[in-house]
């Protein structure tokens, strides 16, 4: 069985600061990994994913992980956030084909001006 | 045009009522999800359907009966509803069951509560 723990419940952070999101997975085969983005009252939206390759991946509005096989991680960041960032977001890992998606218990960012 | 929709987008019921929540996805895609999203936010999938047939069925109550008309559709009917079953329910879909890490489209939610 595979589980996604994200460390922090909520991450308030100042307008134009970085942040960082961090997500731990563990699983006993290959996994794919994923961060999608909930804005208030939408559904899930991805941001980026990593299936395999370049271990720094880059998704859209800024955002960027980096796969970290030795430690199990997927965590992101983003250099400077804007107060449209304030939203839930959540890491999820797909084992192999199947798409069945675990998700984490998301993170709260909370971009302050 | 929305990729995935769902109807309704609010629903208030009492318990022991039977309810239905529709999913249309406009995507061309061969699989659908539903997922459920506590109050807590934690996010877990229900089921799920391939060209019509089911997939994954996640250990929910069978009185939660997913329909799939056809492959754009995928309803979800709640029979007996229960205080536990106030959620937000999301509607996904996606390009192919056998695609590695495949993106999953939302929809909006409904958010079901039950009083």
């Known amino acids: 069985a595979q589980s996604v723990t994200q460390l922090d419940s909520q991450v308030p952070v100042f307008e134009e600061a970085p942040v960082e999101l961090r997500c731990n997975y563990s699983?006993?085969?290959?996994?794919?990994l994923f961060w999608y983005v909930q804005y208030p009252n939408q559904g899930l939206q991805l941001l980026l994913k990593?299936?395999?390759?370049?271990?720094l991946v880059k998704g859209i509005n800024g955002f960027e992980a980096e796969f970290n096989k030795s430690q199990t991680s997927f965590h992101l960041r983003k250099p400077s956030v804007h107060i449209s960032d304030t939203a839930e977001y959540f890491c999820?890992?797909?084992?192999?084909?199947?798409?069945?998606?675990?998700f984490g218990g998301g993170t709260r960012v909370l971009v302050k001006p | 045009d929305t990729a995935v929709s769902q109807t309704p987008k609010y629903l208030v019921t009492q318990m022991g009522n039977d309810k239905s929540i529709k999913c249309e996805q406009n995507?061309?895609?061969?699989?659908m999800y539903w997922y459920k999203q506590d109050s807590k936010k934690f996010l877990k999938i229900m089921f799920s359907?391939?060209?019509?047939?089911?997939?994954i069925n996640e250990t929910v109550p069978n009185r939660f009966s997913p329909k799939s008309p056809d492959k754009a559709h995928l309803n979800l009917h709640i029979n007996s509803l229960e205080l536990g079953d106030s959620a937000v329910y999301f509607c996904?879909?996606?390009?192919?069951?056998?695609?590695?890490?495949?993106?999953?489209?939302f929809g909006p939610g409904t958010r079901l509560t039950v009083t």
């Open positions: 996904a879909s996606s390009q192919d069951l056998g695609v590695a890490g495949g993106e999953q489209y």
């Open positions: 995507l061309g895609h061969d699989t």
């Open positions: 999820a890992a797909e084992r192999a084909a199947g798409n069945k998606l675990t």
């Open positions: 699983s006993s085969v290959s996994v794919y």
């Open positions: 990593y299936l395999s390759g370049s271990t």
């Open positions: 359907y391939n060209n019509k047939e089911l997939i």
